[in-house]
């Protein structure tokens, strides 16, 4: 829901984390953020969530960046561009440097894809950031494969995750999940921002989530980056995907290839395509999981055939930020899963605390969705 | 050899190059850099191997790139900002643009980590690029993996590079190569601008070389990253190679682990490494190639417990435009070779034609070091 003002103040009192006026200077504990590259200590982030920026354009007229709401960006004593955001949501968060007109990447930050471009990304540190964070517990691996597409007259880059101990168990054969990106993102989102990797590391390190491999392709095939969502056609990724990729996958790594054990996620576009692939190729999926990408109602169920008898998961998932009375701008997905669990359908719906449509709601949904997979 | 300008005039006639007059307007074939990043039209490449840039900055005072002798930049009609560099070597180069002072990364490219910070690189195609291009052939995978390391108390990341078929092929064991990064870069360097993995997937595919795993880790374990080459200390990288990351390897992939199926190799600072690091270990690798980085003399040998009985190849290399008169900075490497051979020890030469302390030097050093690699 969109909470409004009076009670964002009482919950932002509950956590510890008092609303701050605009007029009173930011908390003075800044230190530098996790996604700055090595040796980097600007950007920082502060108690409060904010980010403080030094950017050296010593014949630069104006600097700032794209986070609405920042203060002005101003010279320092060393003569760098000194400029804060207001407070930001915990998590990961795109944007750009401006420096007179050149929207360009600040040179100390991390790079990551998003918005059609490599460029800047900062973390604000989470509360529940332990999930995805790199800890000594035995790790899979996040393998580059290419593999050649007939239908799009090209080789295509994968990111395949293997478990841990997917090597040392020569004779065992893994379930797998397909996970796309949203729009405007690519295969490296969530290897890279989305901590897909260390995500399912540290779930199962903790014998949560059944070990299972996770597959990461490109999902903009027919080229809609610059035309926007409204020239979208499925049907060239939906080809790649499940007559190309599924069968290169399953010839090349020891999976467990009938529907019970594959699985399809995806975020925003990826949630849409999701939906969109998996409701057309029932024998081949039986786990959805939509990331801030639409929902599955009882009329989309009883459209589909054999979907009561086929689909095992149907996972729903919003930032708290993104729904407004609980519901989305395409209806109330909370109420879709409610209908799907009466009609015995396993529906599940998750709601991520204080985010938006950002990479923090998709973390914390893959971490919810991982344990509810392949429970067969 | 540091070619003199009427040899430089001959030889770029010979091979349909003309050698530009700065006071000549550059070729009007302009072709997009295959290293921008998706959708972009700049930077652009033409036949001369000159590099033209697009900037936008509407309210910049002035423009520029780090390309030495570039042309000034200037305001087009529509209001971007053009320049053009001079002529430059075929292959791989690292580059800055400057706003107003700011030295920032091209938002049209990809991005690179050199110079100690993820940047921005450019690719002027190259007559022999087809050695590192991605075709159609059977491809292995470049692995992301983590490894703790006591010595240093962290997790730590390598890649490793699995040749075609190693996943199919549960019982054949592989030799390996430790390949190090220059100073400045890092463990992605090697399979990003260093097109390691593609390389290998050609020289297989061609039956060229055998394969074998190429593991790729950050070298510069005791930070001289701001400090420089004097502060080097090769203790704590020794360590986390010889006795952390080899272990896990071993461990984790299925390795010929034996000294005489183990190699290593490394270009510029890696080259030192290797030089230091393989000379301590001679029990431990038994193939040596140092890339731009380095020779190993007689002196060397003599100085080594068992050298002689141990090394089955050394192999130093350089880009032509590093030596003079056959001469690196250091001592005469061909000369060096010469006397290994005549000694009985397997040492090879290679100068890579018309090209610097630079990638193309490197991807061909490694084309060249494959196939003489493990030939038991």
């Known amino acids: 829901m969109r909470i409004r003002l009076p009670l964002l103040l009482v919950l932002s009192l509950l956590i510890g984390r008092p609303c701050p006026a605009q007029d009173q200077p930011p908390v003075d504990d800044w230190k530098p ?24 354009a010593p014949q630069a007229k104006s600097v700032g960046c794209s986070f609405r709401d920042s203060s002005e960006f101003t010279q320092g004593d060393d003569g760098a561009w000194y400029g804060t955001t207001r407070p930001l949501d915990e998590g990961f968060h795109y944007y750009t440097i401006q420096i007179d007109g050149a929207e360009v990447p600040d040179p100390n930050s991390l790079m990551f894809f998003g918005a059609m471009r490599w460029g800047s990304g900062v973390e604000i540190p989470a509360r529940d950031q332990e ?16 593999f050649h597409s007939k239908s799009t007259d090209a080789m295509r880059r994968a990111f395949v995750y293997t478990p841990p101990g997917y090597d040392q168990n020569p004779d065992r054969r893994y379930p797998v999940l397909y996970l796309q990106h949203g729009w405007g993102e690519n295969e490296y989102g969530w290897g890279a921002q989305g901590r897909a990797a260390w995500i399912m590391d540290n779930l199962i390190a903790e014998n949560r989530s059944r070990p299972f491999l996770i597959v990461m392709t490109y999902g903009m ?29 399953d010839a090349h790594f020891r ?88 009609a015995g359908i396993p529906g599940h719906f998750y709601v991520s605390p204080d985010t938006a449509h950002e990479w923090q709601s998709w973390r914390r949904s893959l971490r919810e969705f991982a344990p509810l997979l392949f429970k067969n």
Chains 1, 2 share one sequence.
């Open 221 to 249: 095939t027919n080229d809609i980056r610059f035309g926007g969502l409204r020239n979208f056609d499925i049907g060239p990724f939906e080809t790649v995907l499940v007559r190309e990729l599924i069968p290169y996958v």
């Open 33 to 56: 953020a996790s996604s700055n590259q090595p040796g980097k200590d600007y950007p920082q982030v502060n108690s409060e969530g904010r980010v403080k920026f030094r950017i050296v």
């Open 131 to 146: 999930f995805y964070a790199l800890r000594n517990v035995p790790h899979g691996q996040l393998r580059e494969v290419f």
């Open 255 to 342: 999976t467990l290839s009938d529907q019970p054990n594959r699985a399809m996620a995806g975020l925003s576009m990826g949630g849409m395509e999701t939906r969109m692939i998996t409701l057309r190729n029932l024998d081949t999926f039986s786990h959805i999981g939509l990331f801030s990408g639409g929902s599955i109602s009882m009329e989309d169920v009883n459209q589909t055939d054999g979907f009561k008898e086929k689909v095992r998961l149907v996972f729903v998932s919003y930032g708290s930020r993104e729904l407004d009375g609980g519901r989305s701008r395409r209806g109330d997905p909370q109420a879709d899963m409610a209908a799907l669990k009466e």
